[in-house]
């Protein structure tokens, strides 16, 4: 696994979202760790210990529940419109795990990930010639008062 991935196993296993999941590989390492993951694709098949989901992320097909995901990983696969809602399905405490290629027609870079995940704690991040990653912690909001 590459290095950005490995910081996940370090986490509390929950509930994650694998999207643009491909093969599953990343899916079954998580779920391997104790993750309930679900896993979408356009053509995924069947992964054991996994619940797949076949939907087309581009024509938005699935839609991603507000708040109901402990981590969602979208490695290699770069679509801008699903940041905002991949944020919104985060819990407050999950972590968001991105990475895309910076060259190409579906290119990307880590400035497009920290601008659309801004206030949320690096866990690691990095860009180099061929792909950008972010890890990050969307950290739970004081709701005190300072009266």
Same mark, same amino acid.
């Given at each position: 696994m590459p290095?950005?991935? !490995? &910081? *996940?196993?370090? *986490? +509390?296993?929950?509930?994650? @979202? !694998? @999207? /643009? /999941?491909?093969?599953? &590989?990343?899916s079954v390492w998580l779920a391997e760790r104790g993750w309930e993951v679900t896993a979408v694709d356009i053509a995924i098949g069947e992964i054991p210990g996994v &619940? +797949?989901?076949?939907a087309d992320l581009y024509k938005h097909e699935y839609r991603i529940v507000p708040d109901s995901w402990d981590l969602i990983l979208c490695w290699l696969y770069w679509q801008p419109d699903l940041l905002q809602e991949i944020a919104r399905g985060v819990r407050h405490g999950g972590v968001v795990a991105l990475a895309g290629k910076t060259r190409g027609r579906f290119a990307t870079s880590l400035a497009n990930y920290r601008g659309a995940f801004r206030g949320w704690r690096e866990i690691a991040s990095g860009e180099d010639e061929t792909r950008a990653f972010l890890v990050a912690r969307k950290e739970l909001v004081d709701q005190t008062n300072d009266l």
């Open positions: 290095e950005p991935i !490995d &910081r *996940l196993s370090g *986490l +509390t296993p929950g509930q994650a @979202l !694998d @999207l /643009a /999941a491909g093969s599953g &590989r990343y &619940r +797949t989901i076949r």
